[in-house]
């Protein structure tokens, strides 16, 4: 939730699984932003094929994106 919010530069109070997109908190524009700071924290290589907003829709999604990428 700390790359979300330094990246959307919006406190986010938002449920884990509500979309952050139609909430407004990101736009597609800072979804490159977010997966850099997302890299940057979980020292973790996002492909570009995965650069989906779908798949970084909610905290819960992003979640569980790290969880396959970390293991």
Known sequence: MKCVQE???????IDPEES???S???DSFV??????ALETEFQV???DADLNPRK???IARID????????
């Not at 979804?31 to 850099?36: A, H, K, R, T, Y």
């Not at 569980?64 to 293991?71: G, V």
């Open 7 to 13: 990246t959307a530069k919006k406190t986010v109070t």
């Open 20 to 22: 952050l997109f139609e």
């Open 24 to 26: 407004g908190v990101l």
């Open 31 to 36: 979804l490159p932003d977010l997966v850099s």
């Open 45 to 47: 290589q996002v492909p």
């Open 56 to 58: 970084f829709d909610s």
């Open 64 to 71: 569980a994106y790290l969880d396959t990428r970390i293991r």
